[in-house]
């Protein structure tokens, strides 16, 4: 059968759920680290450049500690609150993260940040990402097969999108080019041996429907960030408005997020 897996239940698929999520902000609406760092990455810099209070020299970092009564540090944590409110995004969770992610930039290099935008700086990671097996490594050249994000099918048609050349060749041609690949020894040997530790490790098959999660994930930012109603997503995305409405939901509650209301208030609403 080749098809993606699910994660086992328990904390490991939602940690590393919530961490793909973030990802998936990331990706799909650069603006909300943009905000992040404008905001309040700029008032935690201040603390760590001017306060210098024993506390906070004590707990570096962890702003999610309210250790200090000290109003610059009380209006960090109403300006990340309010900033995540503001895209749908507050949870206990997400308040955490969003502050170990302000630690996680200071810390950063300079060189790191050249030229590079917030959406490229990288979100704090929850937990452990939850737990893989020792897989086999791919051959030399070959990407990851990592079949939690990706049907067999779908790892060939990534690899040839990624390719600089192989993704220029014709669009009709290119069922027949992936079937190829995936009819190689080498290529089902690989496939075989990463999923049979993922059966090994208690990773569960998907029993209707095809698993999709990067796509899946990009359809709740889409929703639930970028505020597309799921009659909006289906025309862009050409995927039944159930299907859309039905993965986003599981994915929201998969990762402890509040649906939005349906009713917007605050931001204008993004172009794109």
């Known amino acids: ?6 994660w086992p239940d328990g904390n490991a698929k939602r940690s590393y759920l919530r961490n793909k999520f973030l990802d998936a902000v990331s990706q799909h609406a650069p603006e909300v680290c943009n905000a992040l760092h404008d905001g309040p990455f700029q008032l935690y810099l201040e603390i760590n450049n001017e306060l210098g209070l024993e506390e906070w020299k004590r707990h ?14 009380c209006g960090l944590y109403e300006a990340l ?4 409110r503001t895209y749908h995004l507050y949870s206990e969770w997400s308040y955490e993260l969003a502050g170990l992610t302000l630690r996680r930039w200071a810390r950063l290099k300079k060189s790191v940040l050249k030229d590079k935008p917030p959406s490229q ?5 929850g937990g452990a990402g939850g737990e893989l097996p020792d897989m086999l490594p791919p051959p030399d050249g070959w990407p990851e097969y990592e079949p939690w994000l990706f049907s067999r099918r779908d ?3 990534q690899a040839i999108v990624d390719h600089q050349l192989l993704k220029r ?10 079937e190829s690949i995936l009819e190689q020894p080498e290529v089902i040997n690989y496939c075989e041996k990463v999923e049979e530790a993922l059966d090994t490790a208690g990773f569960k098959r998907p029993t209707k429907g095809k698993y999709k999660l990067l796509e899946h994930l990009e359809w709740a930012v889409l929703y639930q960030v970028k505020e597309k109603t ?5 025309e862009r995305k050409r995927k039944g408005r159930r299907a859309i409405q039905d993965a986003v939901t599981e994915i929201l509650s998969s990762i402890g997020l509040p649906e939005r209301a ?11």
Do not use: C
Not at 169 to 178: T, V
Not at 230 to 234: P, T
């Open 81 to 84: 609150e309010g900033y995540l």
């Open 262 to 272: 349906l009713r917007r208030r605050g931001r204008p609403k993004s172009s794109s």
């Open 230 to 234: 799921f009659d909006q997503i289906s």
């Open 1 to 6: 059968m080749h098809d993606t897996f699910d």
């Open 169 to 178: 060749g014709r669009r009709a041609e290119r069922d027949a080019f992936i």
């Open 121 to 125: 700086w990288g979100w704090a990671k």
């Open 60 to 73: 570096p970092y962890n702003i999610t500690l309210r250790f200090e009564k000290h109003p610059k540090i």
């Open 155 to 157: 790892y060939v048609l």
